[in-house]
């Protein structure tokens, strides 16, 4: 069964196609806006510029060759003005009268000639002209000014190249678009048609990878790592079911025969106290087991993470070698303990003191008499590692992780009490605070196994754990 096709109209990738393409074309519009605006601010420097060289020009045409040469070149300036060009004089003598020029009337306006004026061009230009005006030696005064018109039909040539340019912008910002999102559609049509294949029930199928290393490549790599946690889980469920299987049927299958034998042959009234004990106690062993199930299950959910709380490693593993204390002593064994003052973290208390006390159980079982039991509490860059060393005869290589699923017991220990699950509810533990749970072999060479639990980060400081511990004493 393959995945459902999505409606090209409705997906996502068309809206990001079309928001994507109308940024461009906004983003596009904007640059040539400003374009057309930098173009306009340079014209207009550049005709005032010019306004000023023209008044230079002719205020230095009448200090060389007088009023009557400043005439003749004004009219030959006036004679060269262009309608995309315009300019306009006008020169006055001292008592007003108009000598030659294109403008009308002298503006009113006009009082500092050291500034630039804007005034309206006469008709029928509706542009601005740039003006300016000089006072000269003799008293007369003169007016040079330029139209604005070439920069108007400038502006107006930029937007209209805006206005024409925005559509086939918007159509290759499209179309663009339109080749990246068919490339990441491919590439999520094979996770969604590979994950349709693993709810199909193929655990074993994998997301193949481009090995681009971009976001869909990683995804599909973190994808691929949870179904691989998914299949392992899967696996030992179904390991947990067949220990299920030989670990419960079998006691419970025994125990309804020693009943259905108790209905044919009842037990002297003398024996029948002790055979009571015999099947509670069967029946107690089995329930232990299912309890023991039921708890692995809340650590592995990661719901109890919610009631954490600042304790003290170093505490718990203190209290738990106290607990065990008079055990080992009656076999001779030796606790050794190289602990830290304090081991600030945020967990459980009860279920580090759990995982602690496990774990020193399993030392003291495959420890010899006379032995001893190492216990180091130590602090890593990022976590608190406790390990716990034992003189027994060791766990294979080779069983060193199979020992952590759940139900397993070796052969050795299938007569000894027990039921399969203090090592897969440490690991539980110690995964619920961050951590891990491994065993290993002595570094030192010599028989035994080293228990090694990780938990962490470290956040809380042992101050705050004091302050916690005192206000629940208070309350």
């Known amino acids: 069964?393959?995945?459902?096709?999505?409606?090209?109209?409705?997906?996502?990738?068309?809206?990001?196609?079309?928001?994507?393409?109308?940024?461009?074309?906004l983003c596009?519009?904007?640059?040539?806006?400003?374009?057309?605006?930098?173009?306009?601010?340079?014209?207009?420097?550049?005709?005032?510029?010019s306004v000023?060289?023209?008044?230079?020009?002719?205020?230095?045409?009448?200090?060389?060759?007088?009023?009557?040469?400043?005439?003749q070149l004004i009219g030959e300036r006036m004679h060269a003005s262009s309608p995309f060009h315009r300019r306009v004089y006008r020169l006055e003598d001292a008592s007003g009268r108009v000598l030659t020029g294109n403008l009308q009337h002298w503006p009113d306006v006009l009082v500092d000639p050291q500034r630039r004026y804007q005034l309206p061009s006469?008709?029928?230009?509706?542009?601005?002209?740039?003006?300016?005006?000089?006072?000269?030696?003799?008293?007369?005064?003169?007016?040079?000014?330029?139209?604005?018109?070439?920069?108007?039909?400038?502006?107006?040539?930029?937007?209209?190249?805006?206005?024409w340019g925005l559509p086939p912008t918007m159509l290759l910002a499209i179309g663009s678009s339109l080749l990246l999102t068919r490339a990441s559609r491919r590439q999520v049509r094979n996770i969604a048609d590979s994950a349709h294949r693993i709810m199909q029930g193929d655990l074993t199928h994998r997301i193949e990878r481009s090995g681009s290393g971009d976001e869909f490549d990683a995804l599909s790599a973190t994808l691929n790592e949870m179904l691989e946690r998914i299949q392992l889980a899967v696996a030992a469920i179904r390991s947990a079911t067949d220990n299920i299987a030989h670990d419960l049927r079998t006691p419970l299958t025994r125990h309804r025969a020693r009943l259905e034998h108790?209905?044919?042959?009842?037990?002297?009234?003398?024996?029948?106290?002790?055979?009571?004990?015999?099947n509670l106690a069967e029946v107690d062993r089995i329930l232990a087991t299912f309890n023991a199930l039921l708890r692995l299950a809340t650590i592995e959910s990661g719901t109890l993470?919610?009631?954490?709380?600042?304790?003290?490693?170093?505490?718990?593993?203190?209290?738990?070698?106290?607990?065990?204390?008079?055990?080992?002593?009656?076999?001779?064994?030796?606790l050794r303990c190289e602990?830290?003052?304090?081991?600030?973290?945020?967990?459980?208390?009860?279920?580090?003191?759990?995982?602690?006390?496990?774990?020193?159980?399993?030392?003291?079982?495959?420890?010899?008499?006379?032995?001893?039991?190492?216990?180091?509490?130590?602090r890593e860059p990022s976590r608190l590692r406790l390990s716990i060393a034992d003189q027994g005869p060791g766990v294979p290589e080779a069983l060193r992780e199979k020992v952590f699923e759940r139900l397993y017991r070796g052969d050795d220990a299938r007569g000894s009490r027990g039921h399969?699950?203090?090592?897969?509810?440490?690991?539980?533990?110690?995964?619920?605070?961050?951590?891990?749970?491994?065993?290993?072999?002595?570094?030192?060479?010599?028989?035994?196994?080293?228990?090694?639990?990780?938990?962490g980060p470290e956040r809380r400081s042992l101050t705050r754990i004091h302050e916690a511990a005192m206000r629940r004493q208070d309350a």
């Open 122 to 163: 006469p008709p029928p230009s509706a542009s601005q002209l740039i003006v300016r005006f000089a006072r000269l030696p003799d008293g007369s005064r003169l007016l040079v000014g330029f139209d604005e018109e070439e920069i108007a039909q400038v502006r107006r040539e930029l937007y209209r190249a805006v206005l």
């Open 262 to 278: 108790a209905l044919q042959h009842p037990p002297a009234p003398a024996q029948f106290e002790e055979w009571t004990r015999r």
């Open 339 to 378: 602990l830290l003052s304090a081991a600030p973290l945020d967990g459980d208390r009860d279920l580090l003191f759990q995982a602690v006390v496990n774990l020193l159980d399993n030392a003291l079982k495959a420890a010899p008499d006379g032995s001893t039991v190492s216990i180091r509490l130590e």
């Open 1 to 25: 069964m393959q995945a459902p096709r999505v409606n090209v109209l409705r997906s996502v990738s068309l809206r990001l196609t079309l928001l994507n393409a109308a940024l461009f074309s």
């Open 305 to 334: 993470r919610a009631g954490f709380a600042p304790v003290d490693l170093a505490a718990i593993v203190g209290d738990a070698v106290e607990m065990y204390e008079a055990v080992a002593a009656e076999r001779g064994v030796r």
């Open 420 to 455: 399969g699950l203090g090592l897969p509810i440490v690991r539980a533990v110690a995964r619920l605070h961050a951590g891990s749970c491994t065993l290993q072999a002595r570094s030192d060479g010599a028989a035994g196994t080293v228990a090694v639990l990780d938990v």
């Open 28 to 49: 596009g519009g904007a640059l040539l806006l400003f374009v057309a605006w930098m173009a306009g601010r340079f014209m207009l420097f550049h005709v005032q510029e």
């Open 52 to 71: 000023d060289a023209e008044l230079d020009i002719l205020a230095s045409e009448f200090r060389t060759d007088g009023l009557y040469s400043l005439s």
